[in-house]
């Protein structure tokens, strides 16, 4: 397998993303702010619910990876689909699941960070009663873009447990 990305790199953008310079006159920031905006509602039947990207990075890089923003309504979640350079994802706000095609669901809150090898079947995307939010960042995308596959029915993500 072949990884060209600098995870270094990766903490880098995070933490200087992270040191957001608007503050309130009493010097805190409350929970409604967020460290990168919201962006674009997407619209692709890619996706079920509504779901916004605001992709940042330059789209024609050296480094072979793009990343971006994603914010997730309530229930709303990405179809299955993979990566062919990988994947990993930064969780930064509300509660939200991940799931392998066959694997047991994992549940994800702020600060977890999810790792996806080349090629693996999954799907991720908020849970019932919260926004979700996460930096996903694909990897070698010389490799290939998205692989797009069925849309997670409600059948499967109604028998998620909470």
């Not at 962006?39 to 072979?64: P, R, V, Y």
Request: hydrophobic content about 35%; aromatic content about 10%; proline content about 6%.
């Amino acid at each position: 397998m072949k990884y060209n990305f600098n995870y270094s790199l990766i903490f880098l953008i995070i933490l200087i993303a992270s040191c957001n310079p608007k503050k309130k006159s009493d010097e805190t920031i409350s929970q409604s702010e967020t460290v990168f905006p919201k962006g674009e509602k997407i619209i692709s039947e890619n996706f079920t619910g509504t779901i916004w990207l605001q992709m940042m990075g330059a789209n024609d890089s050296t480094l072979h990876a793009r990343f971006g923003n994603v914010t997730f309504e309530p229930k709303a979640r990405t179809n299955w689909h993979s990566h062919p350079g990988g994947q990993i994802l930064f969780i930064t706000e509300g509660q939200g699941y991940y799931q392998e095609k066959d694997q047991p669901t994992r549940s994800l809150s702020k600060g977890d960070v999810v790792e996806i090898p080349p090629n693996v079947v999954h799907w991720h995307g908020a849970g019932p009663d919260s926004e979700f939010a996460h930096i996903a960042i694909s990897l070698n995308t010389d490799e290939g873009g998205v692989v797009w596959l069925q849309p997670v029915t409600d059948k499967e993500y109604g028998g998620l447990k909470k």
